[in-house]
């Protein structure tokens, strides 16, 4: 599984956030084989006035395999208290 795009728009004591996980190619290339490596990121963002709120993220995480990016994602959204602070 090396595409893997998620995203859900939680709500949390009257506030929203953005679950966000992707993958996404190592972007540097310091050891062979790296521009062809994928990593699996999950990011939360606050969406206040509907806009998302990209330059300050709440919670970031990256994941070797696509299974531990997915039950994190799911995670977060039964528990989300468990991950980030309000």
């Keep these: 599984m090396r595409d893997l795009e998620l995203k859900n728009v939680l709500k949390v004591d009257g506030r929203e956030f953005l679950v966000s ?44 395999m696509p299974d531990e990016a997915i039950s994190e994602h799911g995670a977060i959204l039964k528990n989300p208290k468990n991950f980030f602070i309000l």
Excluded: L
């Design 21 to 64: 996980t992707i993958s996404m190619h190592v972007r540097h290339s310091w050891f062979d084989g790296d521009a062809k490596k994928v990593v699996y990121e999950t990011m939360v963002f606050e969406v206040i006035d509907d806009e998302v709120q990209y330059h300050r993220t709440i919670f970031n995480e990256r994941y070797n």
